[in-house]
């Protein structure tokens, strides 16, 4: 399973009507985020979805990423016009060090 988290500013249907957002009263998120737990998923592809989306402020878009087999998110954000991770490069699960010697 993949889990995915995004969090960013984007041109909506919605943002172009002028609707307002479900949140009652006047109070409202400044950015969206968006999660999902996808089974079976390749990263590259959602990557490259998440790539393809209209951001408007695609530098301040940050995508958290974790695939099945790791035990933390990845940080990705849009830099020089493509996704790259920022965070954490290492330490890594596979690393001898990364669990405690009690585990």
């Known amino acids: 399973m993949v ?4 969090a960013g500013v984007w041109v909506s249907a919605r943002h ?6 479900p949140w009652g009263g006047w ?15 390749d990263l590259d592809p959602v990557l490259d ?5 209209p951001w408007r402020c695609p530098r301040a878009v940050q995508v958290f990423l974790m695939d099945q087999e790791q035990m933390f998110f990845r940080l990705w954000m849009f830099r020089d ?8 490069t290492s ?5 001898p060090d990364f669990d405690p010697p009690d585990l």
């Open 91 to 95: 330490p890594t699960e596979s690393d």
């Open 3 to 6: 889990v995915v988290i995004f």
């Open 27 to 41: 109070k409202h998120p400044e950015c969206e985020v968006r999660a999902g737990a996808l089974n079976h998923a």
């Open 81 to 88: 016009g493509r996704l790259r991770q920022y965070a954490p």
């Open 16 to 21: 172009h009507r002028g609707e307002d957002p």
């Open 49 to 53: 979805q998440v790539g393809r989306i």
